[in-house]
């Protein structure tokens, strides 16, 4: 089944580096405008994911940049991104992962994590969902983790906003489906992204990953983006409620 997407606008959180560049990308070249988001730093990357909105028609040199660590700041993306046109696609890729023993958990951390990861989700939706509803059509995509169903040791909060965000996706699922919304999680396990660079760069430590995994190899962010876009489609209009898994069988 082609997958086209021409005629669609896309906002891509945290599309200046990593999985996130990735999917914007893909969207893009599936004919879609691509509206991008992200902080600049070192790790963010230039082209369609890095470069604002894309594709046909695109509308704008530079991403988006509000800091989704901020309360609200969700809601101010949603209403800078409608300003540009109708918004029919969301994928949620921002997120902060915070590494520490639950004992040394340090309260900020904490917060930043459920703000950008659960929180401004949330304040997103509250404001794109609507005229979605009341066009009949929108795709939402939530990238989630593993984690959420085998917590890394030191990355409690993160796991727990990943498990609580794959929630919300249930509930809005059954919501919005009546208005021809479908909410999705897709999930990777082990990804070459540049947050995961230090950790993976330690041959011991990637050792024991890659036994882990039965396919024999780390995944790349290019990995998801088959998925990214079947679930983006209008042929997954039937496909709701779900948490597609892409690890490489890490955890079949």
Not at 100 to 124: F, G, K, Y
Not at 216 to 244: F, H, K, N, W
């Amino acid at each position: 089944m082609p997958t086209s997407l021409a005629g669609r606008t896309a906002l891509v959180t945290g599309s200046t580096s990593g999985i996130g560049a990735a999917i914007a990308t893909a969207l893009a070249e599936a004919g879609a405008v691509v509206i991008g988001h992200g902080l600049q730093g070192p790790t963010a990357v230039a082209g369609p994911g890095g470069s604002g909105a894309v594709g046909p028609g695109a509308l704008e040199p530079a991403p988006l940049t509000e800091d989704l660590a901020v309360e609200g700041a969700g809601a101010a993306l949603a209403e800078q991104a409608l300003r540009l046109g109708p918004v029919d696609i969301v994928v949620h890729a921002a997120s902060i992962q915070v590494r520490a023993p639950w004992t040394q958990i340090d309260p900020a951390d904490a917060r930043r994590q459920i703000q950008v990861n659960l929180l401004s989700a949330v304040e997103l939706l509250q404001v794109l969902v609507p005229p979605m509803a009341e066009r009949g059509w929108g795709r939402i995509l939530a990238i989630g983790s593993v984690q959420r169903r085998a917590p890394h040791p030191e990355m409690a909060i993160y796991a727990a906003t990943k498990a609580a965000q794959h929630n919300l996706v249930l509930g809005l699922a059954t919501q919005l489906a009546p208005s021809g919304i479908t909410v999705n999680t897709l999930s990777p396990g082990v990804i070459e992204t540049p947050r995961n660079t230090q950790a993976l760069s330690e041959p011991d430590y990637r050792a024991q990953v890659l036994a882990q995994i039965p396919a024999g190899r780390i995944g790349a962010p290019a990995d998801l983006v088959g998925a990214a876009l079947l679930l983006c489609s209008e042929g997954a209009g039937y496909l709701t409620g779900q948490d597609l898994v892409v690890d490489g069988g890490m955890t079949s």
